[in-house]
C-alpha cells in the first residue's frame, strides 16, 4: 500500500538479513538523506536523537529494530535466541519513555516470538519477527488513511486549520494522524489554510510539517508557537488538530510540548480542538494523564538549538518533551475506528478496548498489568546489547 508522500519515512530492505532504512529527520528541510540502521543500536540512537520521531514511526522502527537486533542469534539454538529478544527489547524499550506506540510494538513482537516458543527453529522465528514487523507497519498505514477519512468530515472548505509539532507522513508509517485529516479534507475538495506552530525547541512543525505539506501542495504558513493566540484571535483558525504520544483511559492526551497551551487557548477562542491518533497510542492502564512518563531532554536542544547559543552559560534550562492536554478540552479524537465524541472514559473503552488487543486475543491491560511480561524500559538497566 503506498501513500501520498514522495518519500519514504523508515523502509526495510532485504530479507531477515537485511536493515532498516530510515529519512534522517534531524536534516530536514536542508538535506533528504537516508541512513542504513544495521545493528540495533543505530535504531536505539536514530530514536533517541530524534532521527526517526513521532509515536507511530517510532514503534514501526522499533518493530524493525528487534528485527536487527536478533540477527545475532538466529542462527544458534531457541533459548539464545529468546534472551536476545529480551534483551533487544528492553533496550530499545529505553531510548523514549513517552509514545507509547513503542511499548506496544516492542510488546507484540515479544507476543509473536512466545508464540512460536518450543514448536519453531530460530530461524523461523527471525522470520516470523519481520512479518509481524511488516504488518505492524501495513497496519499504521491503513489506520492512518482510515483516521484521514473520518477527520476530513470535521473540517470544512475555506477553514483554518492549526497544527502543532509533526503528526504526518514523517512521523507515521502512512500519511499521518493530524495531517492525514488536513490530506483527506483536501483531496475532498476543501480548500484549507494550515497553520503550522514552528514548535520548539526542535522545530519540527517548520523543518518538517512546513515540508511535507509543501511537498503536498498544501497552502502553509509558519508561526512561531507565541504567535497562536494573535492568529486565532484575528479569526484565522477554525479547528486545531494535533497527534498524540499516549492518550491515557480517561482521554488525557500526552503530545509534543505546547499541545496544552494551544488546547487552552483554542478553548478561550471557542475554536474545537481535535486529536487524531490511532488505537495503538493509547494505554488503558494509564487512568489519567498523570500516570503519563513525560520525557525531559537534554538542556542543548534550548541552549544551543541548532549550533548556536542562546542562553548564558551556567543558566539552568528545563526541557520537557511533552505536555498533557485534559480531556475536557478536547473536542474529539478521531481514530482509525471512528470519533470519539465527547471524550471520556466510557466512549474512549467502547471504541479502543476490541481494536486494542495484542496478538492471540491478549488484552494490552493484562500485558500493562505485567503477568505477561510486558516491556519494560527499566528492565534494561545495565544491559548493552551487541550489534
Ligand atoms: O518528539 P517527537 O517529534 O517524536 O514528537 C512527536 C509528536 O509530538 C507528535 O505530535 C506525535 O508523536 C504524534 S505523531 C502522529
Redesign the pocket.
Known amino acids: 500500500m503506498t501513500t501520498g508522500a514522495s518519500f519514504d519515512t523508515l523502509r526495510w530492505e532485504g530479507d531477515t538479513d537485511g536493515h532498516l532504512t530510515l529519512l534522517d529527520q534531524t536534516l530536514l528541510p536542508g538535506d533528504v538523506t537516508y541512513i542504513e540502521c544495521r545493528d540495533v543500536r543505530a535504531v536505539f540512537e536514530a530514536i533517541r536523537s530524534?532521527r526517526v520521531?513521532?509515536?507511530?514511526a517510532?514503534g514501526i522502527a522499533a518493530a524493525y529494530g528487534v528485527c536487527v537486533g536478533v540477527q545475532t542469534a538466529s542462527g544458534g539454538d531457541a533459548d539464545s535466541l529468546f534472551a536476545r529478544l529480551d534483551e533487544v527489547t528492553s533496550y530499545l524499550a529505553s531510548s523514549r519513555p513517552t509514545?507509547v506506540n513503542l511499548f506496544w510494538a516492542l510488546e507484540r513482537m515479544k507476543q509473536r516470538a512466545e508464540s512460536l516458543r518450543g514448536t519453531a527453529s530460530p530461524a523461523a522465528i527471525a522470520e516470523a519477527l519481520l512479518a509481524e514487523a511488516r504488518a505492524i507497519h501495513d497496519e499504521d498505514r491503513r489506520m492512518c488513511a482510515a483516521i484521514g477519512r473520518h477527520g476530513a468530515e470535521l473540517l470544512s472548505d475555506g477553514q483554518g486549520v492549526l497544527t502543532?509539532?509533526?503528526?504526518g507522513a514523517l512521523?507515521?508509517g502512512g500519511d499521518?494522524?493530524?495531517l492525514a485529516v488536513i490530506y483527506a479534507a483536501q483531496a475532498a475538495g476543501k480548500k484549507l489554510q494550515v497553520f503550522a506552530d514552528e514548535t520548539r525547541p526542535?522545530l519540527?512543525g517548520a523543518r518538517l510539517t512546513a515540508w511535507e505539506l509543501q511537498q503536498r501542495g498544501i497552502d502553509v504558513t509558519v508561526i512561531c508557537d507565541s504567535m497562536a493566540a494573535q492568529v486565532m484571535r484575528e479569526g484565522r483558525v477554525q479547528a486545531v488538530i494535533?497527534?498524540?504520544?499516549c492518550i491515557a483511559a480517561n482521554g488525557d492526551t500526552a503530545?509534543?510540548i505546547g499541545t496544552y497551551s494551544l488546547a487552552v487557548l483554542a478553548d478561550a477562542h471557542d475554536i474545537p480542538f481535535y486529536v487524531a491518533?490511532p488505537s495503538s497510542t493509547f494505554d488503558l492502564s494509564r487512568s489519567c494523564g498523570e500516570a503519563i512518563p513525560i520525557e525531559q531532554r537534554g538542556a542543548g536542544e534550548i541552549t544551543h538549538g541548532f549550533g548556536r547559543q542562546t542562553v548564558p552559560d551556567g543558566v539552568s534550562v528545563y526541557n520537557p518533551?511533552?505536555d498533557v492536554t485534559p480531556a475536557r478540552l478536547i473536542a474529539a479524537i478521531i481514530t482509525e475506528q471512528g470519533v470519539i465524541r465527547p471524550v471520556g472514559a466510557e466512549a474512549i473503552r467502547n471504541v479502543i478496548s476490541k481494536s486494542n488487543a495484542a496478538p492471540d486475543g491478549i488484552s494490552r491491560d493484562a500485558l500493562a498489568s505485567g503477568s505477561l511480561g510486558r516491556v519494560s524500559a527499566k528492565k534494561n538497566r545495565g544491559l548493552t546489547p551487541r550489534g
Open positions: 530524534l520521531r513521532g509515536a507511530p517510532i509514545a502543532h509539532c509533526n503528526a512521523a507515521t499521518g494522524t493530524a526542535l519540527q494535533t497527534g498524540a504520544d503530545n509534543k491518533a518533551a511533552f
